[in-house]
């Protein structure tokens, strides 16, 4: 499992890759919900290196924009592979997710 | 044909299954690779967390592979359940903070396969996915 947190130009970016799935999920979850308490900032996703991505992953992106509404901030992906994107986009989460040209 | 046992021990043999079967029959990087772990994983995650209160015991699993398409089976033990005729009301809640999460197995797998069909016949569960 890969994860990662930087502070970049205002905005928490969140780096993970290889897989995001049942196995991973929970822990993956757990740790983002820790980073996002006191937090302030819009969180970029970033899936550059995210090869994979299932229903439990998409549990953690829900889970991450309800955080960033309840404090008036939103959530960005960023460069996610063509079926990661197509996952994300199939169950309709670009209504509330935001795509990151640059980060 | 492989078979499982249903217990919280026993997830991580199921899912190495079809990593062994994405390396040996697909390219890692394809998107059918990728939609056969997404189907495979959603299924199997379901017939694990509801195996309780189904009764289920076991699992029996194949996969193969014939031309440009996939084919995934699962068989397994307990209560009837269609997951083909599922529909989460998660999936279609508008987004707000109060929105529940998860939901969206059954729905990815319904929009990622071209064939996804349910048998209940001598006691057991029959799922039959064609990718």
């Known amino acids: 499992m890969g994860l990662k947190f930087e502070e970049k130009k205002g905005a928490l970016i969140i780096e993970i890759s290889d897989k995001l799935d049942s196995l991973n999920a929970k822990e993956i979850y757990d740790k983002i919900e820790e980073r996002l308490k006191n937090c302030d900032k819009d969180v970029v996703f970033d899936f550059e290196n995210l090869d994979y991505i299932s229903s439990a992953g998409l549990q953690i992106l829900i889970s991450a924009a309800k955080n960033r509404k309840s404090v008036g901030k939103d959530v960005y992906i960023y460069k996610p592979n063509s079926m990661v994107d197509s996952v994300i986009n199939v169950a309709g989460f670009y209504s509330f997710l935001k795509k990151a040209q640059q980060i | ?131």
């Open chain 2, 1 to 131: 044909m492989i078979t499982i046992k249903l217990d919280s021990t026993t997830i991580k043999d199921a899912f190495k299954i079809v990593d062994d079967f994405c390396k040996s029959h697909l390219k890692e990087a394809d998107e059918l690779c990728f939609k056969v772990k997404l189907i495979y994983e959603e299924l199997l995650t379901n017939i694990f967390r509801h195996s309780r209160k189904l009764g289920s015991t076991f699992v029996n699993i194949e996969l193969k592979s014939k031309n440009s398409t996939s084919v995934i089976e699962f068989v397994y033990d307990g209560g009837e359940f269609d997951p083909t005729n599922y529909k989460d009301k998660r999936v279609d809640e508008p987004f707000s903070e109060k929105k529940e999460e998860g939901g969206f197995g059954l729905f990815l797998v319904s929009k990622f396969s071209k064939k996804f069909e349910y048998k209940r016949t001598e006691g057991l569960n029959k799922i039959y996915v064609e990718v």
